[in-house]
């Protein structure tokens, strides 16, 4: 079975730090990148930050603030998020892009909220 597992959203004050972390599993191993994207309210989605295979691309905006990890079995990022802001919040969600066959195919986990208080 195909399972993104986020964890680590929660509640800080700004200039906190919260890590998320995404675990991907069952057939969606190794997938060819891994990484964050959010969604405040009212607005798109949009991407954080994602790791494809020794490449790591951030957005603009948390650039020097956000590190992504990812483990050496490929299957786990970690998103290391400093010096919050409260434009920051929102939920963030996990994506995983799995070669099948010559397909690529796109895993999104259930999102976990991320808030950051003025």
């Known amino acids: 079975q195909a399972q993104l597992v986020e964890s680590g959203g929660g509640l800080v004050q700004a200039g906190g730090s919260l890590t998320l972390s995404c675990v991907a599993s069952?057939?969606?191993?190794?997938?060819?990148?891994l990484g964050w994207y959010r969604q405040a309210p009212g607005k798109q989605r949009e991407l954080v930050a994602v790791?494809?295979?020794?490449?790591?691309n951030y957005a603009d905006s948390v650039k020097g603030r956000f590190s992504l990890s990812r483990d050496n079995a490929g299957n786990t990022v970690f998103l290391q998020m400093n010096s919050l802001k409260p434009e920051d919040t929102a939920v963030y969600y996990c994506?995983?892009?799995?070669?099948?066959?010559?397909?690529?195919?796109?895993?999104w986990g259930q999102g976990t909220q991320v808030t950051v208080s003025s």
């Open positions: 994506k995983a892009v799995k070669r099948v066959f010559f397909t690529l195919q796109e895993y």
């Open positions: 069952g057939s969606i191993v190794n997938p060819v990148a």
């Open positions: 790791d494809t295979g020794g490449l790591t």
